[in-house]
Structure formats: structure tokens, C-alpha cells
Nanobody
Framework: VQLQASGGGLVQPGGSLRLSCAAS????????WGWLRQAPGKERESVSCISISDGKTYYADSVKGRFTISRDNAKNTLYLQMDSLKPEDTAVYYC??????????????????WGQGTLVTVSS
């Protein structure tokens, strides 16, 4: 099982980035998929997740209305569109998968498979 996240970089406040997570050895339709992040000096936190069973999406309050999670089952790829970025969004972003136990906002400890992170820096 391998999750490969990409798309991070340096962006100015108010800008946009799209993160991608390519999955191999595992299929999107078997798990709950999510994006998490860890800012410098802070604990890792859940950002968003998408339920494969019913397509529902969930977001942390801090990113609601600015971030959009989506998936492409044909490409076995997960995405996170990040708009109106703020300096406080600066973090290493991780994609992860959890064995499905229901459609709700999954917390960090509920994820079972992790990809490597991609750094997002929001700064002028």
C-alpha cells in the first residue's frame, strides 16, 4: 500500500493550491479517505475526509468554505482544493485512509494508512 501526496508549495495569502494523493495497492472504494495536517510546533489535526459509501464530505471548522475534498475513483486519486489560503494553513499535509466504520468526521487516531507529507507554506 502506498499513498503519494503532491502539490504542496509556497503560495501567497489568498491564493490557491490543489493537493493530490495517488493510491496504489489499495482502492478508494474500500476506505474512508482524508487529509490531515501538522503545523510547526502543533499536533497533527484532521482537515477533511470523504466517505466512499455515500459521498459525504466533512471539514474542520477552520477550513470549511475554503477547502474542497474530492476523489477520482478511475485514477484512484484523492484531491484537496485549497482556496483563500491563510498563513495559519501553513503545515505539512498528509493523505490517509481509514478502515470504514461509518460516515462522519474521522480524527487523527482513526486513520490506518498514511502517505508521506507535502509541505504547504502560505506567506507573502
Amino acid at each position: 500500500v502506498q499513498l503519494q501526496a503532491s502539490g504542496g508549495g509556497l503560495v501567497q495569502p489568498g491564493g490557491s493550491l490543489r493537493l493530490s494523493c495517488a493510491a496504489s495497492g489499495v482502492y478508494l472504494d474500500s476506505y474512508m479517505w482524508g487529509w490531515l495536517r501538522q503545523a510547526p510546533g502543533k499536533e497533527r489535526e484532521s482537515v477533511s475526509c470523504i466517505s466512499i459509501s455515500d459521498g459525504k464530505t466533512y471539514y474542520a471548522d477552520s477550513v470549511k468554505g475554503r477547502f474542497t475534498i474530492s476523489r477520482d475513483n478511475a485514477k484512484n486519486t484523492l484531491y484537496l482544493q485549497m482556496d483563500s489560503l491563510k498563513p495559519e494553513d501553513t503545515a505539512v499535509y498528509y493523505c490517509a485512509a481509514a478502515y470504514y466504520s461509518g460516515s462522519y468526521f474521522y480524527l487523527v487516531d482513526e486513520y490506518d494508512v498514511w502517505g508521506q507529507g507535502t509541505l504547504v507554506t502560505v506567506s507573502s
